[in-house]
Every structure is written in C-alpha cells, then in structure tokens.
C-alpha cells in the first residue's frame, strides 16, 4: 500500500513527505510504548500511535522505519514535523482511534509484524 | 573515531541526538544496517536511560575497524538491584517520562538484546556506568 493510499483511507494530513511517495508498505504495528517500537524489526511497516512527541519520531529513526501514522487527532509540532522531514519520514495525522486505523488498514490487506 | 556527549537529566527534546549522530557516521562508514539498527536502539535506550533517572551524564563512543565501544556513565540514584532492573516490565520511572513513551521496563532488557557484550555497575546514591560493544 502507497502513502497516498494510506492517507485517502484514514482521511489522514501529511505533515512531512520527504520521497517516499512510492515507497510500499505491507505490514503494521501499533504502540504507545515507544520501548516496544524499539524491539520489532521493521521492514515496509507503518508505526501507528497515539504518542505525540518528539520521541515518536527519534524512535522511527532508531527502529529505520519511513512512514508513522498520529492517531486520536494529535498533531505533530513543528519540532516533530523538522526531525521527521530531516530523516525521511512520511509523518501523517488522522481523527480516528488507534483501533480504527488498525481495523481499517486491517481490512485493506496491511498485515501484523506478529 | 571517538564521539562524547553529555546527557542532562529531563531533557527528554535532546534525547535521541547522540544515537542520530551515531547512525549517521556507521551508515557513512558502511556498517552493516543491522548492526547499525541495533547499535542505535542500545545507545538510544541508554540515553533515555540517562533523561530518564539521573541528574547527568556523559556517553562515550570508540568506533573502531572491527567493533563499536560505548560507554554510558551517569551522576544519579544508582540502580538498587541490578539483576531486577534487568527484568521486562520492572521499572522505577516516574509519570513524567511514561508520557513521553518509556519507562515500562523495557530499556536495559532492550539494550541486552543489541548488544554482543553489555557490562553494567551501579553505586546506589553515586550513578551508573553502562560498556557496550557491538561488533560489525
């Protein structure tokens, strides 16, 4: 699944897109617990949260992972919004509850890291 | 090629900037990338380690041919029991740094299992000290 895909589904806002327009994901994983996010190994997956700091995003560096999703209507700052364009992070917001876009992204064949 | 920087206790906006200039200086010297995603990941939950419990401290990095030292020392309240504090889901953290998305016990267990050799001593009232290696 495209960003634009992903945005157009969870009626989402891009707050950095730095070139991953085309990048594919297929795989998603959901935390607030930014130590949990630490543990998986990425590969094409999207971080859905409801964490908004600037943390979320050190965290996405740490873990190589390009694309996260803020749910429950947070909005990234602008201190978030610097560090995700700076290391190529798609970051994106959206109204809906972490479990929403978990089910929606669910349905649409996005798969669980386990 | 050596790299220090001092950590402030609470400053939790700061924390992540050692890793990230870490990560950056492995990829340009063309570290394997799983070596840098571990690598990071530990000195990433030292750091928060360091926001996260002690007043100060200061990291420490030797990247070398082979491998990649790191050293962590802190100023803060110690670590009681060690073999505890190793244990998933023990923690002492407070509210502040739950928030911000740590502090469930996860941080040294996590920064065992990216590291090849991971040595910890702690002085109760004095601070810690945290030697990791990576090899590449």
């Known amino acids: 699944m495209k960003i634009e895909e992903i945005r157009y589904l969870l009626n989402a806002k891009i707050s950095s897109l730095p070139k991953c327009r085309d990048c594919e994901y297929n795989f998603a994983f959901a935390s607030d617990l930014m130590s949990d996010v630490l543990r998986i190994r990425p590969d094409e997956v999207i971080l859905i949260t409801g964490l908004c700091n600037v943390q979320t995003i050190r965290t996405a560096e740490m873990s190589d992972i390009?694309?996260?999703v803020l749910g429950r209507g947070k909005q990234p700052n602008d201190e978030m919004k610097k560090l995700a364009q700076d290391n190529n992070i798609t970051l994106m917001y959206c109204d809906y509850s972490v479990y929403k876009i978990c089910s929606i992204l669910g349905k649409e064949g996005i798969k669980p890291l386990y | 090629m050596e790299y220090t920087k001092k950590i402030i206790g609470g400053n939790f906006s700061e924390?992540?900037?050692?890793?990230?200039?870490?990560?950056?200086?492995?990829?340009?010297?063309?570290?394997?990338?799983?070596?840098?995603?571990?690598?990071?990941?530990?000195?990433?939950?030292?750091?928060?380690?360091?926001?996260?419990?002690a007043y100060e401290g200061l990291l420490s990095v030797l990247i070398e041919d082979d491998k990649i030292k790191i050293v962590i020392e802190d100023e803060g309240h110690g670590i009681e029991d060690i073999e505890k504090a190793m244990e998933a889901g023990y923690s002492t953290a407070s509210e502040k740094v739950r928030e911000m998305g740590f502090g469930a016990g996860m941080g040294l267990p996590n920064i065992k299992a990216n590291t090849d050799k991971m040595t910890i001593n702690s002085v109760v009232g004095k601070g810690t000290v945290i030697e990791l290696i990576n090899y590449f």
């Open chain 1, 66 to 68: 390009n694309c996260v």
């Open chain 2, 15 to 53: 924390a992540g900037e050692a890793s990230s200039a870490i990560k950056k200086v492995l990829k340009q010297l063309g570290v394997d990338s799983q070596v840098i995603r571990r690598t990071v990941v530990a000195i990433y939950e030292a750091e928060v380690n360091v926001v996260a419990h």
